[in-house]
């Protein structure tokens, strides 16, 4: 079965830059979105087709997809994007998440 | 807007059954699937299934099924998660969520905790 593969914590500084990575075989033929999980709350969709942002999503969220590797990028980061995040892909019908990734803003 | 409502927590005996409720509003329940994700205390997500409204089709996680069935009431615009012979590594919360057809999920419904004990 097809498997997505997260960095259990990233941390990063205030106003700093943070990029998660999802990786999986031959990604980039693949949509990735990703999704942001805050302590308690229903998760929030944060990027999708790999790069568009649904609407009311600050633009300080990014997307990237190429070879294997697929990226969320939050440039200046804020105290409140302190979150799990996840990916989800599809391998054929079946819905395929990463296992999260704990943003630390320090 | 769009929302999903689901019913309240629930507590079962190892070996019941337990439905899940999903009440869609803000949009045309047909032109959308829905699919289930289950998050167990201190884990990641796992996906359950989705059903398609509009024909009932559905497509549920190996190691569910034969436990799990999805289905709808179009007429009452809610999704329903039924899964039997409960066991106690089933005890999560569970979600139902928006579905761009075999794309992403951009609206979630609030989350109900399913706790097995005995």
């Known amino acids: 079965s097809y498997e997505l593969t997260q960095p259990p914590s990233v941390s990063v500084s205030p106003g700093q830059t943070a990029s998660i990575t999802c990786s999986g075989d031959?990604?980039?033929?693949?949509?990735v979105c990703w999704y942001q999980q805050r302590t308690g709350q229903s998760p929030l969709l944060v990027i999708f087709?790999?790069?568009k942002r649904p609407s009311g999503i600050p633009e300080r969220f990014s997307g990237s997809n190429s070879g294997n590797t697929a990226t969320l990028t939050i440039s200046g980061t804020q105290a409140m994007d302190e979150a799990d995040y996840y990916c989800?892909?599809?391998?054929?019908?079946?819905?395929?998440f990463g296992g999260g990734t704990k943003l630390t803003v320090l | 807007q769009v929302q999903l409502v689901q019913s309240g927590p629930e507590l079962k005996r190892p070996g019941a059954s337990v439905k899940v409720s999903c009440k869609a509003s803000?949009?045309?329940?047909?032109?959308?699937?829905v699919t289930w994700v289950r998050q167990a205390p201190g884990q990641g997500l796992q996906w359950v299934g989705w059903?398609?409204?509009?024909?009932?089709?559905?497509n549920s996680a190996h190691n569910l099924q034969g436990r799990v069935t999805l289905t709808t009431d179009t007429s009452a615009s809610t999704a329903y998660l039924e899964l039997k012979s409960l066991r106690a590594d089933d005890t999560a919360v569970y979600f139902c969520?928006?579905?761009?057809?075999?794309?992403?999920?951009?609206?979630w419904g609030q989350g109900t905790l399913i706790t097995v004990s005995s």
């Open positions: 087709h790999d790069n």
């Open positions: 989800q892909s599809w391998d054929g019908s079946t819905v395929v």
């Open positions: 969520a928006r579905e761009h057809a075999l794309s992403h999920f951009d609206s």
């Open positions: 031959k990604l980039e033929n693949k949509y």
């Open positions: 803000g949009y045309s329940f047909i032109d959308y699937h």
């Open positions: 059903v398609r409204p509009y024909n009932g089709d559905t």
